[in-house]
């Protein structure tokens, strides 16, 4: 599957499912995980943050929480900046 395919796929899962696919990720593909988190564009100092902040708590739950944050941001960011109605011809390309 195509890196982008994989990120397709991601965006479409249910927050229990991206945590049973992020704690699989983390037993048997962590450099998966990490151009998943990469490519996603996780910030790694809140990634840091949260994982120390919470020693013991379930890290497929904390990161799918911030993947999920990040896919909403993303989506959040893109609606601002989507236009509305027809563009003009003479500013299309």
Do not use: C, H
Request: aromatic share 6%.
């Amino acid at each position: 599957m195509e890196p982008a395919d994989q990120l397709l796929t991601i965006e479409k899962l249910s927050a229990d499912q991206m945590e049973a696919f992020i704690n699989e990720l983390i037993e048997k593909d962590f450099s998966r995980l990490v151009q998943i988190l990469y490519r996603l564009d996780v910030s790694e100092d809140k990634l840091k943050s949260v994982l120390i902040e919470n020693p013991t708590g379930d890290a497929g739950n904390m990161i799918a929480t911030l993947i999920l944050e990040r896919i909403a941001q993303r989506e959040s960011t893109k609606n601002m900046f989507t236009q509305q109605g027809e563009i003009a011809e003479d500013d299309k390309w």
